[in-house]
């Protein structure tokens, strides 16, 4: 009986590193420096594509250039091109950018550069936020709590406003407190008031400023019309005698605490 013969260029070819299987045919094989592989077998482990030129072996995982790239080469987070160590480079936070990348995302300013003798990167100051935008200190504010000043991103932000024409100013949901109990604004229903650049709960800001009447020792909320006599705050309404409650009955003078008119005064 005839012996089967392996063809004569099996061992030449050797077996494929990725399958361990038999290379058959030269027209086959895939050569990368010692290593052979079947043509069909050199697919990309991430992203599943064959490659047909440059690849990389690592951990015995193929990779082509884009996925190696992707997974073990950095990237600058403005204009998405490879960050090579060799690169003046600028890192911040879990980003890296090219120097001419390193511009506020708003108005384009330039935020770092070379110096001259091209030595040493020269910073300018910036906000980076926790969602990774850049933005020049004009343009930063927008996106820095007014609480910790540290950088706030639009979803775990509010923005406050007093007045039609004023500023938003932001704030992050955990910093929009009121100034006097801690209190986050939100558990208290929502009431608060801008004070001097302060936030207030209600209950606190009239206690800070003492804005309650003296005669039903209800709150004077802003914009409430009030008046001021015997170093005290009264509600417009408020003020008037105790016994007759009229106004326009002489004028009016605190006796044992009350207010009375003339009629109604101990003589």
């Known amino acids: 009986a005839k012996v089967a013969r392996k063809p004569r260029h099996r061992e030449a070819l050797g077996d494929c590193k990725l399958c361990h299987k038999a290379i058959e045919h030269e027209g086959d094989c895939f050569r990368a420096m010692d290593d052979r592989f079947h043509k069909w077998c050199t697919k990309c482990s991430d992203c599943g594509d064959l490659i047909a030129s440059q690849f990389f ?35 911040s936070g879990a980003g890296v950018w090219h120097v001419d990348c390193f511009a506020c995302t708003t108005c384009d300013a330039a935020l770092a550069e070379l110096s001259e003798d091209r030595s040493t990167i020269l910073s300018s100051n910036f906000v980076l936020t926790e969602e990774g935008g850049l933005f020049c200190p004009e343009h930063g504010s927008k996106h820095t709590c007014a609480g910790c000043a540290r950088p706030a991103a639009p979803e775990a932000s509010v923005q406050v406003a007093v007045g039609e024409d004023a500023e938003p100013t932001v704030y992050h949901k955990d910093c929009f407190c009121c100034r006097a109990c801690e209190r986050s604004i939100f558990d208290l229903g929502g009431d608060f008031v801008m004070h001097e650049g302060q936030v207030f709960c209600r209950p606190d800001f009239n206690k800070t400023l003492d804005l309650f009447c003296a005669m039903c020792d209800g709150p004077l909320d802003p914009g409430t019309t009030y008046l001021k006599a015997f170093d005290k705050k009264w509600h417009k309404a408020c003020y008037t005698c105790a016994v007759c409650h009229r106004v326009d009955n002489g004028p009016l003078r605190q006796q044992d605490g009350a207010l009375l008119c003339p009629e109604h005064r101990a003589r």
């Open 57 to 91: 072996l690592v951990n015995d995982r193929l990779l082509c250039q884009r996925s190696y790239e992707k997974l073990f080469v950095k990237t600058c987070a403005a204009c998405g091109e490879p960050a090579d160590a060799s690169d003046h480079l600028i890192r």
